[in-house]
């Protein structure tokens, strides 16, 4: 079964924090890095970070540097995305995706979580 499940969206405040959950099937554990991406009303969905299970090596879209940090706990099969000093910008629905992750890239596969809504208030 290839399954990701996301949690921990809600509203918060600008320039508050929040961290979203994705856990990870079994197969996609033993197959596959996950990444997070995030879509914005009426935008394209796109790139926010990624995490090797085995060697916790994290990749990030150059923009999301400083304020997100990815992270793994293998013996939850989760993978956590904190997300700091928050900006209306930030508002979108965030998506775990099971993917193969490189030293500069990330190719997303197509198995995804049902997304999680962020909303940052000013």
């Known amino acids: 079964q290839v399954q990701l499940v996301e949690s921990g969206g809600g509203l918060g405040p600008a320039g508050g924090s929040l961290r979203l959950s994705c856990v990870a099937s079994?197969?996609?554990?033993?197959?596959?890095?996950v990444g997070w991406f995030r879509q914005a009303p009426g935008k394209e969905r796109e790139f926010v970070a990624a995490?090797?299970?085995?060697?916790?090596?994290?990749y990030y879209k150059d923009s999301m540097k400083g304020r997100f940090t990815i992270s793994r706990d293998n013996a939850k099969k989760t993978v956590y995305l904190q997300m700091n000093s928050l900006k209306p910008e930030d508002t979108a629905v965030y998506y775990c995706?099971?993917?193969?992750?490189?030293?500069?890239?990330?190719?997303?596969?197509?198995?995804w979580g049902q997304g999680t809504q962020v909303t940052v208030s000013t």
């Open positions: 995706n099971a993917g193969d992750l490189y030293e500069n890239s990330y190719e997303p596969r197509d198995y």
């Open positions: 079994e197969r996609i554990w033993n197959s596959y890095s």
């Open positions: 995490v090797s299970w085995r060697t916790g090596y994290a």
